[in-house]
Nanobody, 119 residues
Framework: QVQLVESGGGLVQPGGSLRLSCAASGSIGSINKMGWYRQAPGKQRELVATITSGGSTNYADSVKGRFTISRDSSKNTVTLQMGSLKPEDTAVYYC?????????????WGQGTQVTVSS
């Protein structure tokens, strides 16, 4: 099993910044991809940003230029630096980690952390 611990959510004013972090632990074999997804009330869960073990990143068009995803040297943590926040960024943000352990692919989700952008 892989356990994910998310942190950094909260209330921020429009135009402000917030940093989300996610730490993976447990039966980690090789992490292939880590990322963040979000779900707003009444909407489907959507991709925010992902980063592969090789450092390749992928961003939703709506966050390009405002958000930055990164990983640490051990590749077991992922952070999302969120800037120029807008009210439409308000959502529950979920960490996702995918990899392979003992030749078995896995995909785990965090419990989610609330991000509210409001004045």
């Amino acid at each position: 099993q892989v356990q994910l611990v998310e942190s950094g959510g909260g209330l921020v004013q429009p135009g402000g910044s917030l940093r989300l972090s996610c730490a993976a632990s447990g039966s980690i074999g090789s992490i292939n991809k880590m990322g963040w997804y979000r779900q707003a009330p009444g909407k489907q869960r959507e991709l925010v940003a992902t980063i592969t073990s090789g450092g390749s990143t992928n961003y939703a068009d709506s966050v390009k230029g405002r958000f930055t995803i990164s990983r640490d040297s051990s590749k077991n943590t992922v952070t999302l630096q969120m800037g120029s926040l807008k009210p439409e960024d308000t959502a529950v943000y979920y960490c996702n980690v995918g990899g392979v352990s003992s030749w078995i692919p896995y995909n785990y989700w965090g419990q989610g952390t609330q991000v509210t952008v409001s004045s």
